[in-house]
């Protein structure tokens, strides 16, 4: 299923890829992680975003100041507002909500990513795969959220 709760044809992710963003999650949640770079949906997140830059360089020059940088934009905010939580978690409500709107960043990221196939700007199988990825970006980014006790607290001063 996607962020959605649709059923997705394929994840490059497999079959349990779910299953793999709340182990990831639990993963980070259990370790003694001191930065937002170590954490396993940052480092999703960034790669989305270098994935969709990648693919975005081939658009048209008139999508410049629209698709192209909207898609962009909202990619890279998915990371960006990851770090802005870690920067939150002294409290817990500033985090959840700082990864709240990382979450809707990825589902924008997705929106766009429509518009490109629609465009045929990106074809089917480019357009699954980073669909993919912000799927299961989405999913570490709500299994955070919802252990968001694991991450937040007195914070080392």
């Given at each position: 299923?996607n962020?959605d709760?649709?059923?997705?044809?394929?994840?490059?992710?497999?079959?349990?890829w779910?299953?793999q963003?709340l182990?990831?999650?639990e993963?980070?949640?259990?370790?003694?992680?001191?930065?937002?770079?170590?954490l396993?949906?940052?480092?999703?997140?960034r790669?989305?975003?270098?994935d969709?830059f990648?693919v975005?360089?081939?658009?048209?020059?008139?999508?410049?100041?629209?698709?192209t940088?909207?898609?962009r934009?909202?990619s890279?905010?998915?990371?960006?507002?990851?770090?802005?939580?870690?920067?939150?978690?002294?409290?817990e409500?500033?985090?959840?909500?700082?990864?709240?709107?990382?979450l809707?960043?990825a589902f924008?990221t997705?929106s766009?990513?429509?518009?490109?196939?629609?465009?045929g700007?990106i074809d089917?199988?480019?357009h699954r795969?980073l669909d993919a990825?912000?799927?299961?970006v989405g999913?570490?980014?709500r299994?955070?959220?919802?252990k968001?006790?694991s991450?937040c607290?007195k914070?080392?001063?």
């Open positions: 299923m962020a709760g649709e059923k997705r044809e394929h994840s490059p992710y497999g079959e349990d779910e299953a963003a182990a990831k999650v993963e980070d949640a259990a370790a003694y992680v001191t930065s937002f770079r170590e396993h949906v940052y480092k999703e997140a790669q989305l975003a270098r969709v990648a975005s360089r081939s658009f048209p020059r008139e999508e410049t100041y629209s698709l940088d909207q898609i934009r909202a890279r905010s998915v990371s960006s507002n990851i770090a802005e939580a870690w920067g939150k978690r002294e409290y409500a500033h985090f959840v909500a700082k990864l709240s709107d990382s809707t960043e924008e997705q766009w990513l429509d518009h490109a196939l629609d465009a700007y089917e199988h480019r795969t990825t912000a799927n299961f999913a570490m980014i299994n955070m959220s919802a968001s006790a991450f607290g914070l080392p001063r």
